[in-house]
């Protein structure tokens, strides 16, 4: 029996890995998607096969698509991570995680070698703030009203792929995603690991996560059960106050006293304009930026995951306080904390 085609882009990074390695374990036929520039440390396994593909240059792109065809056959499935989140210029979010996602679906359209699933890669920020005074959970059919540019891309890439007759997505949107390989939640974790627990406002603030296993479980059981066209929010289920998941980091990082400091955000909101101007003037993306204190000035990150039980029998792996010692424990094995 031939084995299955799948290609994973954005394959360098912490979710684009860890779905590669997975894809081996499950014996697929597995294409790295990369770019010249990006770093291969978590994709050793000499049954890794990589590819480059142009996104910016449609014809290119349906060139090295016809050209990969003729020689192997089309992917069976691809799932389309590469984009960015954070960015110079507000305008390079929809150059890549839009226009490049629309080149990639266009020329898989034109060169006939669209996949059997191609399940995108989106975010819960696509659909911007949910009930913050009820705090009732993001609904499925809430109108999607992103305030970041970074949700706004991402919504568009979603709006296009449905716009397409019979194209066969598969659309997750995950919250705070978090693991091992994970740089972002790992400066929280230093923080809380040098006595220091920050927090943005006074109004409470509900936090959702799903663990990246889950996450990369939650993708193969999408293609492993032909679901198409469908789209969801994606998390373990069980919801937090800020509170509740710091005290569960320190924790796990064993520290027994830290200083508490909520910042109001009418100090976060130009420190973050201040950071991202600096970054600008250096030519250098910052994370912490206007889009950024948006994000840290939601309160209600609560999302209705009812379809991902009902559509593909899903039930976490991880909850958060397992999670978080799993993470923290590869941290301090590969010397990041």
């Not at 978090?178 to 406002?201: E, F, S, T």
Request: with cysteine.
């Amino acid at each position: 029996m031939m084995q299955r085609k799948i290609l994973i882009t954005g394959a360098s990074g912490f979710i684009g890995s860890t779905t590669v390695d997975k894809a081996l374990d499950l014996g697929y036929e597995t294409w790295a998607g990369v770019r010249k520039t990006s770093s291969r440390t978590f994709l050793q396994d000499e049954r890794i096969r990589f590819i480059e593909l142009n996104y910016a240059d449609k014809e290119k792109l349906k060139t090295q698509l016809h050209a990969f065809t003729t020689e192997n056959g089309k992917f069976d499935y691809i799932v389309h991570i590469a984009g960015i989140t954070k960015a110079l210029r507000k305008t390079d979010f929809d150059e890549i995680n839009y226009r490049q996602v629309k080149n990639f679906i266009d020329a898989l359209v034109e060169t006939d070698t669209v996949p059997e699933t191609f399940v995108f890669m989106s975010s819960l920020g696509a659909f911007g703030v949910g009930d913050e005074k009820g705090y009732s959970p993001m609904p499925c059919n809430h109108v999607p009203a992103p305030n970041t540019a970074y949700g706004k891309s991402k919504l568009r890439a979603e709006n296009y792929m449905k716009s397409i007759a019979g194209f066969p997505y598969v659309i997750l949107r995950p919250t705070g995603v978090y693991g091992p390989r994970d740089k972002d939640y790992l400066i929280l974790m230093r923080a809380v690991k040098n006595g220091l627990d920050v927090g943005a406002g006074f109004k409470k603030q509900l936090l959702t996560f799903i663990y990246i296993a889950d996450l990369v479980k939650i993708i193969f059981a999408a293609i492993e059960k032909g679901v198409h066209r469908k789209e969801y929010f994606v998390a373990d289920g069980d919801v937090y106050t800020d509170t509740e998941f710091n005290r569960i980091v320190q924790q796990a990082v064993e520290k027994k006293r830290v200083l508490r400091l909520k910042i109001p955000l009418f100090i976060v909101q130009p420190a973050a304009f201040v950071t991202e101007k600096i970054g600008s003037l250096l030519g250098k993306a910052t994370t912490f930026n206007t889009d950024k204190y948006k994000i840290m000035k939601q309160r209600n990150w609560a999302c209705d995951v009812s379809p991902l039980q009902t559509d593909l029998d899903f039930t976490p792996d991880y909850r958060l306080k397992e999670g978080v010692e799993e993470t923290v424990r590869w941290y301090k094995e590969n010397g990041w904390l």
